[in-house]
Structures are given as structure tokens and as C-alpha cells.
């Protein structure tokens, strides 16, 4: 039973989604284009390298890098390529320049703010020390004796 488990767990691993058609020839050239693709994000399946990805789509765009690459492309050029292409959301580590450093800086702004009204609304709830009347002391002293 454990070996049936070990087997299934080993034939599930991503690290088969490339496919031998896919590699190039040349071993230099393999390596940058491992290189690139671990670092793009398949857009199907979120948070998961191209590298990694068994779906279509990922396919299309290892065999891109490899056509760039082949190409003559430097590493840059393919991944600006890609970029152009996808947007940056092909990046599993967006840049933080343009319209992304809105996103880096909300996060870290919006706790921060969220954090200063919750102490300014805790400094302003401070409990009332009014006296207690006649009528609310003779009541407490009512409840006490009982």
C-alpha cells in the first residue's frame, strides 16, 4: 500500500510538466530557458511556474521562451517579450515600479491606518466618572443588602 502511495505521489509531481518534445538540444540554452520559465507565472493555474504547470496554456508559453531563446534572445529581451505579451501578471514576482508600487505601498498603508483609528477610537472611549445620584446610591445599597 505504501508503494502504491509513493508511486501515485511521484507520477503526480509537477516536476514531469515538461515534456521531452519541449527540451532543446543545446544544454545552455535549456538551463536559461528553465531559468526563465521558473520565474513566470502560468495564467490558469495561479501562483504556479510556467515550469511547473501541466496545463495548455503553460506548454505555449515554455515553447515561447524556447523559440525566443533559439532565437537568439538575451534573458531580458525574452522576459520583456513575455511581459508585452502578458502583462505583468506573468511575473510570479511582480516589479515594484508603475502601477504595481500602488499595490506594494497599500497594503502597509491601509494597516497602518487601520491601526491609528483603532487607537485614536480606544484613546476616546475613556469611562465617565460622574458621581452617582441619590436615587442610583439608595438602589445599589438595595441590591447589596439583598
Known amino acids: 500500500m505504501r508503494k502504491l502511495i509513493l508511486l501515485l505521489a511521484f507520477l503526480a509531481s509537477p516536476a514531469f510538466a515538461v515534456q521531452p ?9 535549456e538551463a536559461r530557458a528553465r531559468e526563465i520559465t521558473a520565474v513566470l507565472r502560468c495564467v490558469v493555474c495561479r501562483n504556479e511556474s510556467v515550469d511547473d504547470s501541466n496545463a495548455e496554456i503553460a506548454r505555449d508559453i515554455r515553447l515561447m521562451v524556447r523559440e525566443r531563446i533559439v532565437a ?12 508585452d505579451r502578458f502583462g505583468e501578471y506573468i511575473l510570479l514576482n511582480p516589479t515594484t515600479s508603475g502601477s504595481n508600487l500602488v499595490l506594494w505601498l497599500a497594503g502597509p498603508i491601509l494597516l497602518l491606518s487601520g491601526l491609528g483609528i483603532a487607537a485614536l477610537t480606544l484613546r476616546r472611549r475613556r469611562p465617565t466618572t460622574e458621581p452617582l445620584s441619590d436615587d442610583e446610591e439608595a438602589r445599589l445599597a438595595r441590591i447589596l443588602n439583598e
Do not use: F, S
Open 72 to 83: 537568439g534572445d538575451t534573458n531580458e529581451e525574452t522576459m520583456q517579450y513575455m511581459v
Open 21 to 29: 518534445d519541449e527540451i532543446l538540444a543545446d544544454p545552455v540554452q
